[in-house]
């Protein structure tokens, strides 16, 4: 598979017809070919993970897992549970950062989100905070070598950090699942999902354990980027921020009578919050950077034009696609959120239809491999950045102007690539707001 021919689609036309052709052009082989390689699970395993892999006839490991994420990630109850956990805990940060005054952005955002995130999904005994060895940033030594351990050559030689850490992470899962007990376990659903159907397959804890290290990828890989980006356009165009506090203000935020506190209503946020949303998708646009990729099951002339020859790769690039001039404009190389709102619309009004066209946004990958934590991942997105608008100034520590550092790289498996530099800013309460107090509802 990863030697073979490799069939590149750039127009969004064609992207559709890829998506109609999902059970020939599937994208869950990729799995049975890499996941081995990622994880690090042993044969018996992957034997497992590799049977019916497509679920043609009956159920399979992998169907099941996917078809109990999205279900558990599309319940409107469990979204709203992931998120209230995780900026429960991002309220400690953001009181801890505002005593700091600096901080480098990226560092604190991967460091903050890591954890609260995580916590989000598996409970108070989450490993990656009850670990004292700072096994949140293992995840990042194996994240940065992933490349390298997808080769499989001597990765102890050849990729020693990431090694280490898969190794760390694996063992501290194994545990974790050693003591699981879904009747008493405060992880989300997905988790319980998750731990009942590696039961069913028989398999152990340890290959639990090295199962959900691939797991942290899809939870953290692509959203701490993209939060990076997000807040970095927002803070770095004064008009933009200005825009998106009064938006934020006229529709997502509860008062006190007093005045003296102030609550985010986050479900309130990504109803109304139009110019946040769309900020938000911008970003992504901009910054999804990846490549969605396909399996040719067997012989299959896409679109009625197209020979595709069993045993090729189909790869669609995000980066060409989200700057194709045809789909988004003369402009499609500038950042501009209002291309999501629709034309002559008010931000902060009710159903503002999106323009875009469709099969040229693909930061979630698109047909039967769409992200099942799409909801999650805007959710926590917009919250995060609304938040920190809300409560605080920030500007570049050196008093220079802002510069968005060009990405980096690092792995074949993340569509948005963290920054080449971090950039350190400077943090201070927001002028006007002195002494309010902040707090968030669902509502």
Partial sequence: ?????????????????????????????????????????????????????????????????????????????????????????????????????????FAWIRHAVTRCSTTAIYGPENPLVRDQGRLDE??????????????????SLFAPKGHTARAKLGAAFQEYFRQYSPGQSQSSAMTLRRHLINTKYNITNWNAGRLEVGVLLGILANIIPTMFYMIIHIFSDEQLLQRIRTELEASAIARSSDGSTQTL?????????????????????????GSSV??????????????????????????????????????????????????GSEEGGKNVRQTNPAHAFRPFGGGTSLCPGRHVATLETMALAALMVLRFDVRPADGGDWVIPEPRQESMATNVFPPEKDVRVKVAGRAGAEGVKWSFSMG
């Fill in 1 to 105: 598979m990863l030697n073979g021919k490799v069939y590149v689609v750039t127009s969004p036309e064609l992207i559709n017809a890829v998506n109609r052709s999902s059970r020939v052009l599937a994208f869950n082989p990729f799995i049975a070919q890499l996941g081995k390689r990622i994880t690090g699970h042993d044969e018996i395993t992957s034997q497992i993970v590799q049977h019916n892999l497509n679920g043609d006839n009956e159920p399979g490991y992998v169907t099941e897992i996917h078809d109990n994420t999205i279900a558990a990630l599309a319940d409107p109850t469990s979204i709203q549970n992931i998120t209230s956990t995780m900026l429960d805990g991002i309220q400690d940060h953001l009181d801890q950062l505002i005593q700091e005054e600096e901080a480098e952005l």
């Fill in 294 to 343: 396909r399996y040719v099951r067997e012989d299959i002339l896409l679109d009625g034009k197209y020979f595709l020859k069993k045993g090729m790769v189909v790869q669609m690039p995000m980066g060409v696609i989200h700057r194709n001039r045809h789909a988004w404009g003369d402009d499609a190389t500038s950042f501009r959120p209002e291309r999501f709102l629709a034309d």
């Fill in 138 to 155: 293992s995840f990042w030594y194996f994240d940065a070598s992933l490349n390298r351990l997808i080769l499989d050559i001597l990765p």
């Fill in 265 to 289: 209503k986050v479900m309130s946020m990504r109803a109304y919050c139009h110019l946040l949303h769309a900020t938000f998708k911008e970003v992504l646009r901009h910054h999804a950077l």
